[in-house]
């Protein structure tokens, strides 16, 4: 199983970000897809997931900022990131199951 996580960047407060996530090996429609952050100087933590039968759940802070779908037909996992904070920054991974299968981080950055 590969992921290939990209969309991060810069962008001002209040802004927003899509990250994208390809997945290779396994087919995300019947799979658990999550996306993480680790913020500089802390502990990796789950931001939102999604589940085969298309269940969500959110981490309290982002709860009604952020989205997670996917794409069953691109195998691809989404993250649309609304109303950023700074204390949204850090490298963000998706990551399939439990214990999880990573991708490579993609680096988002909130100027305030």
């Known amino acids: 199983v590969q992921l290939q996580a990209s969309g991060g960047g810069l962008v001002q407060a209040g802004g927003s970000l899509r990250l994208s996530c390809v997945v290779s090996?396994?087919?995300?429609?019947?799979?658990?897809m999550g996306w993480y952050r680790q913020a500089p100087g802390k502990q990796r933590e789950l931001v939102a997931s999604?589940?085969?039968?298309?269940?969500?759940n959110y981490a309290d802070s982002v709860r009604g900022r952020f989205t997670i779908s996917r794409d069953n037909a691109k195998n691809t996992v989404y993250l649309q990131m609304n109303s950023l904070k700074p204390e949204d920054t850090g490298v963000y991974y998706c990551?399939?199951?439990?214990?999880?299968?990573w991708g490579q981080g993609t680096l988002v950055t909130v100027s305030s």
């Open positions: 090996g396994t087919n995300v429609g019947f799979s658990v």
């Open positions: 999604i589940f085969g039968g298309g269940m969500t």
């Open positions: 990551a399939r199951g439990s214990p999880p299968t």
